[in-house]
Each structure stands twice: as C-alpha cells, then as structure tokens.
T-cell receptor, first 115, second 114 residues
Framework: AQKVTQAQTEISVVEKEDVTLDCVYE???????LFWYKQPPSGELVFLIR??????QNEISGRYSWNFQKSTSSFNFTITASQVVDSAVYFC????????????FGGGTRLMVKP | EAQVTQNPRYLITVTGKKLTVTCSQN?????MSWYRQDPGLGLRQIYY???????DKGDVPEGYKVSRKEKRNFPLILESPSPNQTSLYFC?????????????FGPGTRLTVT
C-alpha cells in the first residue's frame, strides 16, 4: 500500500530564510509519480510539480527546488529566500502506476513566513 | 476559463438528510475524483472515475455514492449524512489517470453535519 509522510506539521520562518519541507513515501511499485500541491489561506489547491520514479534529477523553478532521492524514498521541497506569500499548507502526494489511479496525500505541512 | 466548479460552497445540514454536492469541469477531462480534507490527515480519496459510467472506490468510500453519467459532471451523494462526514470536500479532474497528469481542483465545499 502506498503511504506518504510529512513529519513536519508546522514550520515557522522569518522572511528571506530558506526552508525545506520533507516528504517520505512508501511504495512497492517501481513506477510511481510524486506531486507537490500548495494550499494558500484562500483554500484552493495549486499544483506545483510532478516527478516520475525514473527521473531523479533535481528540479528548480525560481525560488522553488525539489530533491528526489529514491535511496531514501524522499521528495523534499525547498523554498529559497522565503516570502510572506509562501505561507500556505503544502501537500506531498504519491500515485502508483499500478494502483488504479489512486492518489495518496501526506498530512500536509503548514508553512508560516513572518515578515 | 478552464475550471472545476463545485456547489454548494458551504452547507450545513442535519443527520440523515440526503444531500448532493455537484462537481463540473469544462476541460473535457476523462478522470474525476472526490477527496475529503481533515486536519492532520491531508486529503483522502473518496471515489474516482476514469470515464463515463466508470467509477471506483478510493480510500474512504463508506457513506458516499457517486455517479458519472456525463463526462463533465461527477456528483457526490451522501444518502444519510452523519457528523463524522463533516469535512472540507474537493472535486478534481485531470486529462487522464491520477498517475500521469496533475489534477485540477475545485474550490472546495465545506460541509457541516449536525
């Protein structure tokens, strides 16, 4: 069974600090997909990134970067020079190719960026 | 504008009174899904649908029903709501299965069952 753990329930940083959100997953499948979604205070869910299990290259998008390590079953998300607008709940999610299209989310990490 | 819409956005009801939350997407997506969000538990999948007339259970299907008679609509039905179904519900759609494509989420429906 697939499982996603986000051990950090809440993180508080001061603006311009770098912050890393951890995501650890469990799967028996060799083909799977990992996602990050952002939920700002307004409540909507915003897609950030999708990564398949065969692509371990790190990805950078502006101030956001993702580190995928199959050896530790982790898909961590780093925000560089955080801003108040980054305050949100961030969810990591996993979908196994053979799991009938189910998507499993972690419990989420609430990030608070203070000015 | 490409979007997923849900109605109602807020609903307060009493135990046992049947209700339906509608979900509609205008992107011609094949895959649609329902989730509930509870504090500390993240989002849990209730039901999903790969296409018209094709639905399947997610992690927490008990107490819910769905139907997919048209590609654009995927209503969530609570035949006899109970207080433990008080939650924030999200509908989502994607071009194809959950594995392959990112999902687009509706704005959410906050349901309170008293």
């Amino acid at each position: 069974a697939q499982k996603v753990t986000q051990a950090q329930t809440e993180i508080s940083v001061v603006e311009k600090e770098d912050v890393t959100l951890d995501c650890v997953y469990e799967t028996r499948d060799t083909t799977y997909y990992l996602f990050w979604y952002k939920q700002p205070p307004s409540g909507e869910l915003v897609f950030l990134i999708r990564r398949n299990s065969f692509d371990e290259q790190n990805e950078i998008s502006g101030r956001y970067s993702w580190n995928f390590q199959k050896s530790t079953s982790s898909f961590n998300f780093t925000i560089t020079a955080s801003q108040v607008v980054d305050s949100a709940v961030y969810f990591c999610a996993l979908s196994e190719a053979g799991a009938g299209n189910m998507l499993t989310f972690g419990g989420g990490t609430r990030l608070m960026v203070k000015p | 504008e490409a979007q997923v819409t849900q109605n109602p956005r807020y609903l307060i009801t009493v135990t046992g009174k049947k209700l339906t939350v509608t979900c509609s997407q205008n992107m011609n997506h094949e895959y649609m899904s329902w989730y509930r969000q509870d504090p500390g538990l993240g989002l849990r999948q209730i039901y999903y649908s790969m296409n018209v007339e094709v639905t399947d259970k997610g992690d927490v299907p008990e107490g819910y029903k769905v139907s997919r008679k048209e590609k654009r609509n995927f209503p969530l039905i609570l035949e006899s709501p109970s207080p433990n179904q008080t939650s924030l519900y999200f509908c989502a759609s994607s071009l194809a299965g959950a594995s392959s494509y990112e999902q687009y989420f509706g704005p959410g429906t906050r349901l309170t069952v008293t």
